[in-house]
């Protein structure tokens, strides 16, 4: 059974910095995608930043020059750092890590609020 376990969030003013941490355990195949995912009161949930095991990082454009993906593989850990922020990236963000393997298989972590306000 593969879990994901994030860390991180809170309550950051505009303009300020947080940081997310997300662990993956399990039985996990070497080329995957982790990244992070979040969703705002009243809306969908949308992509922040993802990265494939042997791939560059993917960034929404809201978010891009504002936010970096990190990841190692070798413990299957994805970091995000996010700077500047603003008011509208206050949502609950969530890890993902998914495959395809013949099927396709998605894991999500339980989620993390970030608030950002003055």
């Known amino acids: 059974q593969v879990q994901l376990v994030e860390s991180g969030g809170g309550l950051a003013q505009p303009g300020g910095s947080l940081s997310l941490s997300c662990s993956a355990s399990?039985?996990?195949?070497?080329?995957?995608?982790m990244g992070w995912y979040r969703q705002a009161p009243g809306k969908e949930r949308e992509l922040v930043a993802a990265?494939?095991?042997?791939?560059?990082?993917n960034y929404a454009d809201s978010v891009k020059g504002r936010f970096t993906i990190s990841r190692d593989g070798a413990v299957n850990t994805v970091d995000l750092q996010m700077n500047s922020l603003k008011p509208e990236d206050t949502a609950v963000y969530y890890c993902?890590?998914?495959?395809?393997?013949?099927?396709?298989?998605?894991?999500w972590g339980q989620g993390t609020q970030v608030t950002v306000s003055s």
């Open positions: 399990g039985t996990i195949p070497e080329i995957n995608v």
């Open positions: 990265v494939h095991s042997g791939g560059r990082p």
């Open positions: 993902n890590l998914w495959w395809i393997n013949f099927r396709k298989s998605d894991y």
